[in-house]
């Protein structure tokens, strides 16, 4: 079994300091994970890490990542590896869908089988193309065939697999199951009401005993703007992406507290390395030099993160932690902008996420001190993809979570031909990834990654900035343990001093 491990900055257990606020009969834990609605709950039309979050509540995978990065048995109870092309799964035997529909490895051949054709639209069908088919050997075990020995398809199951009910879709069409999911998972879908909320209860079937600890579980969708007084009111129990700038007033108040871990999350700047001012490889190492990473964290982060020297970071299966990060000196910045023939400066097109826009202001500013102007488009992150496919911009800069805890994941996301995330071509680079990829020897793999890292860095082929500590305010009645891909599951939650939740 492939394992990520995982060292923690600080992983804080919210401890009573309140009074009870419920029982696991009738507790409730509202979430703001989003500002907005997801597009989809169909897990096989989408690829949003918030969006994510929500599907993986409702529907297992066939393996699933632990909060630190550890992959474990979900829908599968155990795997060995055939020969180099077959995995092969036994299943977890006595599970039901929600309705009641049985699960077995028909259900697996057909959702596997709904992510690779192309008519579903899965947006990251990219990263599961190694598997070729699912073969059913009985109804508890399947094998799942590759096009070539891949050895990140643990990591691909784990991060993308979400398993689907096959007579209920079909008996209910796609567009109403995408509104009204079935899944296998610890909690039910019951309700959703756009622009606001989703509603999912307890499932009181589920296949891991005495969970899921409390019985209501809410995504509640607010702005940036209130979040944080709908955690000091209680009118929320946990707010999963809180700016270092609120952690004060979090601390300061009596309903709630302040949790943080390291997570494999970096604000992620893709450039256009292949056309345009960037192929410039003196430019590129130009914006690196330009940065202060320390001033990015200190004024961004106020002080949750960690200088990275490439697009990997510390705990990443695959990070080369020999790598120093680019040391901020403005005067080298403007010396290879020179060589570059740009002495007198230049602008660049960027697109930006919605959720980067503090930290791009923030590089922006330095970035013009050298002599370099950023033109940004902000865009929400359901519209992004489209704009990705206009094809004109220098730079993207978006905050991006690792779902396969794996250098491999943003690696291909910003810099594959394949991706369509990606802003330049580089044959040498998906060559790489390949050779990554389709290594199962655990020890070769990190030295081809490894080595792809040292690519990445000596060709400067992003704008390296940090890791994140992710920083949660939650009620301080509540257990949660953050998860290291930044998409927690919520089946252990619980809150304080609840003994029929401990031991339901």
């Known amino acids: 079994m492939m394992k990520a491990a995982y060292p923690l900055l600080f992983c804080t257990f919210i401890m009573l300091c309140c009074p009870l606020a419920a029982d696991a009969a009738t507790a409730t834990l509202i979430v703001a994970d989003d500002v907005s609605d997801p597009a989809t709950l169909d897990p096989q039309k989408q690829f949003l890490e918030k969006n994510h979050t929500i599907c993986q509540q409702i529907f297992d995978g066939l393996l699933r990542f632990d909060p630190d990065g550890n992959i474990e048995p979900a829908l599968a109870v155990s795997w060995a590896w055939r020969d180099p092309l077959t995995v092969r799964l036994k299943l977890r035997p006595g599970i039901k869908f929600h309705n009641g529909e049985p699960f077995s490895a028909q259900a697996v051949k057909f959702t596997i089988d709904r992510y690779l054709d192309a008519k579903t639209g899965f947006p990251a069908r990219g990263y599961i193309d190694s598997i070729m088919r699912v073969d059913i050997i009985d109804p508890l075990t399947v094998d799942i065939v590759t096009v070539y020995p891949d050895g990140l398809l643990l990591n691909r199951l784990a991060a993308f697999i979400l398993i689907s009910p096959p007579e209920y879709l079909k008996k209910v069409g796609e567009e109403y199951f995408a509104a009204h999911p079935i899944g296998t998972g610890a909690f039910v879908f019951s309700e959703w009401i756009k622009g606001k909320e989703i509603t999912l209860t307890a499932n009181d079937n589920y296949w891991m005993p005495e969970y899921p600890k409390v019985k209501k579980l809410v995504f509640k969708f607010l702005p940036v703007s209130r979040q944080l007084p709908a955690i000091l009111s209680g009118e929320v129990n946990l707010v999963t992406n809180l700016p270092g700038t609120q952690t004060r007033a979090v601390m300061e108040n009596p309903r ?76 080298r910045a403007k010396e290879l902008l020179h060589n570059a023939g740009y002495g007198n400066g230049l602008s660049l097109s960027v697109l930006a996420k919605r959720n980067a826009e503090r930290t791009v202001k923030i590089i922006a500013s330095q970035l013009e001190k050298v002599g370099i102007e ?51 071509k580089d044959a040498s680079i998906d060559k790489m990834l390949h050779e990554i990829a389709s290594t199962i020897d655990a020890k070769g793999q990190k030295e081809k990654a490894e080595t792809f890292d040292t690519y990445v860095y000596d060709n400067a082929l992003g704008l390296f900035t940090y890791q994140k500590a992710t920083t949660l305010a939650a009620s301080k009645n509540l257990h949660f343990k953050p998860h290291v891909t930044g998409m927690p599951y919520f089946f252990g939650a619980y809150f304080d001093d609840d003994k029929k939740a401990k031991s339901r």
């Open 256 to 331: 709630a507290a302040v949790m943080k871990k390291y997570a494999f999350r970096t604000v992620a700047v893709f450039l256009n390395f292949s056309s345009g001012p960037l192929r410039d490889v003196n430019l590129r190492k130009a914006l690196n030099h330009a940065l202060d990473r320390s001033e990015l964290i200190r004024y961004d982060l106020l002080g949750n993160g960690l200088p990275i020297a490439t697009l990997s970071m510390k705990g990443e299966t695959g990070h080369n932690a020999k790598l120093a990060p680019y040391p901020f000196d403005p005067d």
């Open 374 to 424: 950023l033109k940004v488009k902000f865009v929400t992150e359901s519209a992004s993809p489209d704009e990705f496919k206009n094809g004109k911009y220098d730079m993207a800069i978006a905050d991006i979570p690792d779902p396969m805890c794996h250098i491999f994941f943003i690696g291909a996301m910003g810099l594959s031909s394949q991706s369509p995330y990606s802003l330049g």
